[in-house]
């Protein structure tokens, strides 16, 4: 086994990260953490986890104003459309994509959980557009190597570390060879 391949042994799944390779060209995703909310035969969608805006949600929905709860860029799809990752099943309409996990829900309620303190904000996190990948691209990118799968996600990596060291602490988390690619650097000249 070639020691630079970054091919590992998971399987792209609803609930599984997606880890930008270290020198992916693509600004959108330079090392980015996706978390994959759906993958079939007709594609796959998720959320950039570690890029941050530089707005909080109350500064864009006023019924909200006050909510300190920062709003990430999920991806380059649609950045005209807001969606949140939260922790309670509870929310009518959320779909679960495991791990503790879920998608989207009844934003009426939403609000009124989050007006009235019975939701707090760190139980979600709000997303402008999203990361999709049409039938089979998402596949082409593996076998390019674009992407590292890691295992499932859980709540603690998804909602509550730190997106500016997101990414080095999975791959760290990975070990092996990808606690190498954590550490190189972003542009291997200036080293």
């Given amino acids: ?3 630079f391949s970054f091919k590992n042994s998971f399987k792209p799944e609803k609930g599984s990260l997606l880890l930008s390779e270290p020198f992916l060209p693509d600004p959108n995703f330079e090392r980015t ?3 994959l909310c759906e993958h079939n035969q007709q594609g796959s969608f998720g959320f950039v986890l570690n ?3 530089t707005v909080f949600v109350g500064d864009i929905i006023e019924e909200l104003e006050g909510c300190n709860s ?6 380059p799809v649609q950045q005209d459309t807001l969606h949140f990752l939260h922790q309670r099943g509870d929310l009518e309409g959320s779909i679960d994509v495991g791990n503790g996990l879920f998608w989207g829900g009844d934003f009426q309620m939403l609000k009124l959980w989050l ?3 019975l939701m707090g904000v760190d139980e979600i996190k709000f997303f402008l557009g999203y990361s999709g990948w049409s039938e089979g691209q998402l596949e082409k990118e593996l076998e390019g190597e674009s992407w590292i799968v890691a295992d499932k996600s ?4 998804c909602l509550k570390l730190d997106a500016e060291t997101l990414w080095k602490s999975v791959l ?3 070990g092996g060879r990808f606690q190498l690619y954590s550490n190189y ?3 291997p000249r200036l080293n």
Avoid: C, H, N, Q
């Avoid at 920062?70 to 991806?75: A, E, K, L, R, T």
């Fill in 1 to 3: 086994m070639d020691f």
């Fill in 33 to 35: 953490v996706v978390l």
């Fill in 51 to 53: 890029k941050p805006s």
């Fill in 70 to 75: 920062m709003v990430y860029i999920g991806g």
């Fill in 115 to 117: 007006a009235t303190d």
């Fill in 154 to 157: 859980s709540i603690e990596v």
């Fill in 172 to 174: 760290k988390e990975m």
């Fill in 185 to 187: 650097p972003v542009d």
